[in-house]
């Protein structure tokens, strides 16, 4: 393949994270160093010799909380009328980006919700220099497959855990060489797509090094981000749970893998060293297994003393030893994925619990004085009105900080996404950029129209804006 032969002087490569949540309001911002980007830098770093940099589009210097209300507010309005605009600012950031550095090869990340701003982002590119190569990985990708070599801009998908894949993609890049021998690759061959074998998870986690240990040479514009955006940290991969509507499986697997408690702690420290003073663990769910987390938290309470973390987990592994001990370790707010209010619909989306294990797993943080988040969800394919009012009276009652609302949404590739698709609640011209978990356009219900659902779930984002606020005010200083 020999137009993928690059010169020595050109083996620069860009990754991109795309706009999203900028695309909403002026200082809505993701602020933090995307943990999968500086993941595949640290790869490309460390195992080969090609120079890499990392450009949040997503981030933006000064970013301040604030209630958007997708429904009636506007900020659905202002998504897509920038999303549109190709003289937004940050698309006019992005070719500037792109121009000034002139990389071969041009990785962009891509989540459903985000698939139109990544488009956008390979056509930029491509206009700038045609002869660059235009390679996407992450959730959506990973889900979608070949799918994605649909826009004639994308050269290459890579499917599932990145950082080998890319690794060796670039070397074969390098030389000129075939893809066929790398594993996890879609790529366009001609007019013909051509699929490899899965890559195999990988099985050993306790790498030398860490994934934010390149941030300054890798993140442009990283003397801007706090240090809060360094925070955040993979103790585990894999989810063994299988809820309805999750795609996490698609890259990480069901089987859960672990890194040792010590390994953690070590990267605990060199980010206490950077300044870092308190971390969030990006987990599925924290711990997993009962033993892996008592072993985890022992470990962070002995090498680690003096630390602040949050985590999410899951309500099953809510029990007064687990949050007594998590709470030890330096544990100071759990995210709860509780979703609905109706144990009809909690056994339809397979989530493992009844609300009312949910409800004692919320009182028995909240008594432990652990600050907690809940996570809900409406619109799942079998709500009725009795469903949605159970869901809004338990929000309604619930004793947290913060509510965190989406809307159901089946993304491409999803188990989800095909039961909608069965039941004819997607049509073809269906595109991931409309339909985010804020998007007023959701509706996937067999028993509601549109304008009902709709006209339900602005009264239920009215409650939880109302409950936040009065959250915000009455929690003590956030140290996290």
């Known amino acids: 393949m020999t137009r993928f032969i690059t010169k020595q002087h050109q083996k620069r490569i860009l990754l991109i994270e795309p706009p999203f949540y900028r695309l909403y309001e002026s200082g809505y911002a993701l602020v933090k160093y995307p943990l999968s980007l500086a993941c595949l830098a640290f790869a490309v770093r460390e195992y080969t010799d090609w120079d890499v940099r990392v450009f949040n589009a997503d981030f933006a210097p000064v970013s301040a909380p604030f209630d958007i209300t997708w429904m009636t507010g506007g900020g659905y309005d202002r998504y897509m009328e920038n999303l549109e605009n190709p003289s937004f600012g940050i698309w006019s950031a992005i070719r500037s980006v792109l121009s000034a550095y002139r990389p071969s090869v041009i990785g962009i990340s891509v989540k459903s919700s985000s698939l139109t701003a990544a488009c956008r982002i390979a056509s930029i590119a491509k206009n700038i220099d045609p002869s660059s190569i235009i390679v996407v990985g992450g959730p959506h990708p990973s889900a979608t497959g070949a799918e994605m070599l649909k826009n004639s801009d994308i050269d290459i998908c890579v499917a599932g855990e990145g950082e080998t894949t890319l690794v060796e993609l670039l070397q074969a890049i390098e030389a000129g060489g075939s893809l066929d021998g790398i594993d996890g690759l879609f790529f366009r061959n001609g007019t013909e797509y051509r699929c490899t074998p899965p890559r195999a998870l990988s099985a050993i986690l306790d790498v030398p090094g860490f ?8 993140l442009i514009g990283c003397e801007d981000y ?14 063994p749970h299988h809820c309805f509507f999750c795609g996490s499986r698609e890259i990480w697997g069901r089987k859960p893998r672990f890194r040792s408690p010590e390994h953690v702690a070590a990267e605990i420290t060199f980010l206490r060293h950077m300044g870092v003073t308190s971390f969030h663990f990006d987990d599925d769910t924290f711990g997993v297994t009962s033993d892996y987390l008592q072993r985890l938290c022992h470990t962070l309470q002995r090498l680690c003393p003096g630390i602040v973390w949050s985590c999410e987990i899951h309500v099953r592994l809510v029990n007064d030893t687990h949050i007594r001990l998590m709470k030890k370790a330096g544990c100071r707010m759990i995210q709860l994925g509780i979703e609905s ?3 009809g619909i909690l056994k339809n989306i397979r989530k493992g619990f009844v609300i009312g294990e949910a409800l004692a797993a919320c009182r ?5 004085g652990i600050r907690l988040h809940t996570f809900f969800m409406a619109g799942f394919p079998w709500e009725t009105e009795t469903t949605l009012s159970d869901t809004r009276m ?5 004793e947290c900080e913060k509510i965190i609302y989406s809307l159901f949404t089946p993304y491409p590739g999803t188990e989800a996404f095909r039961l909608c698709q069965v039941e004819g609640l997607i049509s073809e011209r269906y595109s991931p950029a409309l339909f985010g978990h804020q998007s ?6 067999l028993h509601l129209t549109p304008e009902r659902f709709r006209a339900i779930s602005r009264d239920m984002e009215a409650l939880v804006v109302k409950k936040n606020h009065a959250g915000r005010h009455a929690a003590a200083p956030d140290p996290l």
């Open 341 to 343: 209010g109706n144990n």
């Open 364 to 368: 028995l943080i909240v008594r432990h």
């Open 440 to 445: 007023p356009r959701n509706c996937f219900c």
């Open 394 to 398: 338990v929000m309604e009652a619930i």
């Open 226 to 239: 706090p240090s809060a955006a360094f925070s955040y940290i993979f103790a585990t991969r894999g989810c």
């Open 211 to 218: 994934p934010f240990q390149y941030a300054q040479e890798t």
